[in-house]
């Protein structure tokens, strides 16, 4: 079983929409959690990060965390046709260990 | 400001050989981590250094090896290349773990 699972999608929807991402995990020494977003053939580029449980907006982006049932959410408003991407959620457990990213998540916004 | 630089963007090699691949991180950035991207998977990690000194390895052979200089810039080296290496390479620099800003990344093909 892998640490980090995430549907590799893709997931198409119309412009303008909710988005929802997850990924759910397995190792419950997790106490940091990261999404990142990226873009075909480049690097990825860190969304945001979130500390323990509970959420964290930035703009159009939430992210939450719920470390009793082991699931991470990322939810994007409005969707923009700039948002598709490939978006990969990343836990780890602090300090100087290795960081466990999922699969990532094909995302396709139609306009 | 400059991000991350890595170096070449691009190299092909032969089962066998050893490569050497060259990370710049963000000025300011004492943390620089090195991860393997495999088509269609998340990143996986390979080694961080912080400060000069190895302070996570991941689940590689010791074929892979890594090194910080002293202005904090990286290398990563493998030797005894195999078709299983054919990856994109990717650096990330940071002023902690989870807060990491990765580079485009050099894509390695063996053949």
């Not at chain 1, 009793?68 to 969707?79: A, C, E, H, Q, V």
């Not at chain 2, 066998?16 to 963000?26: A, D, E, F, K, Y």
């Not at chain 2, 998340?42 to 996570?56: A, D, L, V």
């Not at chain 2, 650096?91 to 580079?103: D, P």
Request: hydrophobic content about 30%.
């Amino acid at each position: 079983q892998k640490e980090v699972e995430q549907d590799p999608g893709p997931l198409s929807v119309p412009e303008g929409a909710i988005v929802s991402l997850n990924c759910t995990y397995s190792n419950s020494a997790f106490q940091y959690f990261m999404w990142y977003r990226q873009y075909s053939r480049k690097g990825p580029e860190l969304l945001m990060y979130t500390y323990s449980s509970g959420n964290k907006e930035d703009g159009r982006f939430t992210a939450q965390v719920d470390k009793s049932s082991k699931y991470i959410s990322l939810f994007i408003r409005d969707s923009q046709p700039s948002d598709s991407a490939t978006y990969l959620c990343a836990s780890n457990s602090g300090g100087y260990q290795k960081v466990t990213f999922g699969t990532g998540t094909k995302l396709q916004v139609i306009p | 400001d400059a991000g991350v630089t890595q170096s070449p963007t691009h190299l092909i090699k032969t089962r066998g050989q050893h490569v050497t691949l060259r990370c710049s991180p963000i000025s300011g950035h004492k943390s620089v981590s090195w991860y393997q991207q495999v088509l269609g998977q998340g990143p996986q990690f390979i080694f961080q250094y912080y400060e000069k000194e190895e302070r996570g390895r991941g689940n590689f052979p010791d074929r892979f090896s890594a090194r910080q200089f002293p202005n904090y810039s990286s290398e990563l080296n493998v030797n005894a290349l195999l078709l299983g290496d054919s990856a994109l390479y990717l650096c990330a620099s940071g002023t902690g773990v989870y807060e990491q800003y990765f580079g485009p990344g050099t894509r390695l093909t063996v053949t």
